[in-house]
């Protein structure tokens, strides 16, 4: 074997042998070391200085943001962390950068919005987010559609939801649904019904399947709730004509004149507590109901059904 | 003369190609076509954006990378290896020369630019499955940053035509960085009175404004972009890039080679 093979040998083992060990040796330090607060580490939170420093390239610097802003609102939900401390400003930075990048908006709305762990719990940043992009992309109906949700299932101020529906029922090309769901608002806001149209309209109107997901969720909670709110007054109806509560259902049915138990989605039948509460039998099943909760219940990580 | 000057293009080219510049294609195809795939896998929504904000943004930077750094060496280079007494010893003017290194380079990155933007569609096509007539903003986009490398190589000449390449890099990076500040300078000459108003503004505007040649922005958009724009954009560029060249060759033409 000549020289130069040998060394060739030599160092093509030396390569592989290095980066293997290398590469094994860091896996194991990753192990040992205590876990850094890199996620929570914002390292500069202000927009102007990021577009500064971003030399004119402010979209692919938005792009950049976006995604990070996604991956820590993900790796924190998939925790069921109760705080997201670095969302708000990693939103407001990527809006800075690209006030055009609506889906920051819409996704960054319906991430700072709800209550945790399914959202940042900041339903007021969340309007401010979504006023800033209608000020930036004062054509884009969805931007009035997405605060007028926030309005109405964070906050319950239907009439403000009405308002700002109505406002973009003007936007030239905006869907015909933001009229009539602005005309809903004012007489009845809170009614099942009204909710179950706005779901209708989110699930119908967008391509997103993580949306259409999400609002098949909450067209399956209102079902839920419907059925748990009118049980509950049957119940009460029961117990006032024959001064005890019911011992299961099926005597409420029966009284009710109804052709079975009511069940839920899932095909579950409802069920009876001692103390005349309707309980649903599976509620981890239903990540957004509000009605049919055992006491001291605790949500499971949310799961989502394909819509069928 | 144009024979003169298409021969010395012709080998400025052929110089750059030996030096692998080209080679940068293939680091940029991984670049986008790794985008391309990953990008809706960790984020939502932005697969077309993130394609055209990196494929434009990285055509842009690579191309400016390649312009200062070959652009710096085109003379200096010449002088150091003393080919350029044999091509001046024939009958070549210094500013046939000069224009000829700077077609050179140009249409070394015109190249470039062409075989990125054919990868800049591909990885489009493949995210958003077929072309749309609002994608036409993004060959106004590639155009628009040919005209910023034309500003470059003519500043990147300019500079090596007296200076040493070290320093041309540094002076040529650092008006590209000012030059994307522009707006900002303008806004500051407008804070300021008196002498230090006249100053500023007078710097602002004869820094080349690559801002208003930034449109990756309202490409990745698919913002309209105005025909009156891409005209005096064209022009703006043009007229920079012949200042700085005429500027090259006034230097380069009074400079002792001994």
Known sequence: MTARK?????????????????MLL?????????????????YISSPKIIRRASLGFDGLMACIYWTRTVQYFGHRHFLRSGSYNELAPLLEITTALDPHMIPAYQFGASFLAPRPPNGAGEPVRAIELMKYGIEHNP?????YYDLGFVYYTELKDYKRAGEVFE?????????????????????????????????????????????????LEHLRAIRVDEDVTMLQAAIERF???????????????????LRGIPLDPDGNPYELSLDGQVLVAKPDDFPFITKGLPPDYKPAPPKFHSPS | MNARIGHIASNTFREAVRDRVLYNLIAFALLLSGAAILVGQISIDIERLVVVDLGLTAVSLFGIVIAIFIGIGLVSKEIEKRTLYTVLSRPVRRWEFIVGKFLGLAGTLVVNTFFM?????????????????????????????????????????????????????IFAFSLFVIGSFAEDLRGFAAMTHG???????????????FSVLNVISAAAHEQHLSAQLILQNTFYALFYTAMALCGAVLIFERRNLK
């Not at chain 2, 489009?124 to 106004?140: G, M, N, P, R």
């Not at chain 2, 910023?148 to 890099?169: M, N």
């Open chain 2, 117 to 169: 933007a054919i990868g800049v569609f591909g990885a489009l096509l493949y995210v958003t499955h077929k072309f749309s007539a609002a994608d036409a903003s993004i060959l106004i986009a590639l155009y628009f940053i040919i005209l910023e490398f034309l500003i470059v190589c003519a500043l990147a000449l300019l500079f090596s035509s007296f200076s040493t390449p070290l320093l041309s890099a």
């Open chain 1, 26 to 42: 860091l896996r194991h330090i990753d192990q040992i070391r205590p876990r850094a607060t890199i996620a929570d580490a914002l």
């Open chain 1, 239 to 257: 117990r006032q004509n024959n001064g005890r509560l019911p011992t299961s259902l099926w005597e409420v049915a029966a009284a009710e004149h």
């Open chain 2, 195 to 209: 002498f230090t108003r006249w100053i500023a503004t007078a710097a602002a505007y004869l820094v080349p404004n």
């Open chain 1, 167 to 215: 406002e973009g029922s003007k936007v030239p090309d905006a869907h015909p649904f933001l009229k009539i769901l602005a005309a809903q608002m004012a007489e009845h806001g809170a009614d099942y019904s009204t909710a179950r149209m706005l779901w209708t309209a989110t699930y119908e109107s967008s391509h997103e399947s993580n949306i259409r997901q999400n609002a």
């Open chain 1, 139 to 143: 054509d884009n109906w969805r931007l």
């Open chain 1, 6 to 22: 040998r060394t060739t040998i030599v160092a093509a083992l030396g390569l592989v042998v290095g980066m293997t060990a290398s």
